[in-house]
């Protein structure tokens, strides 16, 4: 059964930094592109940022600059290192496929962890 399991939200100040893992079953983590989502409170689900398996990277404009994402192989992991952050970075935060849920016809998503920056 495959599994996202995302973990390191928290409560941070404006201008702080966090760290977010994501990790996932073996068995997508060595086909896909992986990315990270989030979605704010009463908006859609958007898309942040995509590394490829050949470590190419993607950033949606509003976090170009602030955000960095990277792949551990070896423990089928993806991170989101995020600096910088704003009050409207607030949201819960998921990773994925990039296309998301790619490996199946239903719309799967993990737990997601909550990110919240305020002062």
């Known amino acids: 059964q495959v599994q996202l399991v995302e973990s390191g939200g928290g409560l941070v100040q404006p201008g702080g930094s966090l760290r977010l893992s994501c990790a996932a079953s073996e068995s997508i983590f060595s086909l896909y592109a992986m990315g990270w989502f989030r979605q704010a409170p009463g908006k859609q689900r958007e898309w942040v940022a995509v590394?490829?398996?050949?470590?190419?990277?993607n950033y949606a404009d509003s976090v170009t600059g602030r955000f960095t994402i990277s792949r551990d192989n070896a423990k089928n992991t993806v991170y989101l290192q995020m600096n910088s952050l704003k009050p409207e970075d607030t949201a819960v935060y998921y990773c994925?496929?990039?296309?998301?849920?790619?490996?199946?016809?239903?719309?799967?998503w993990g737990q997601g962890t909550q990110v919240t920056v305020s002062s």
């Open positions: 590394i490829t398996n050949g470590d190419s990277t």
């Open positions: 994925n496929t990039v296309p998301a849920a790619v490996w199946t016809n239903t719309d799967y």
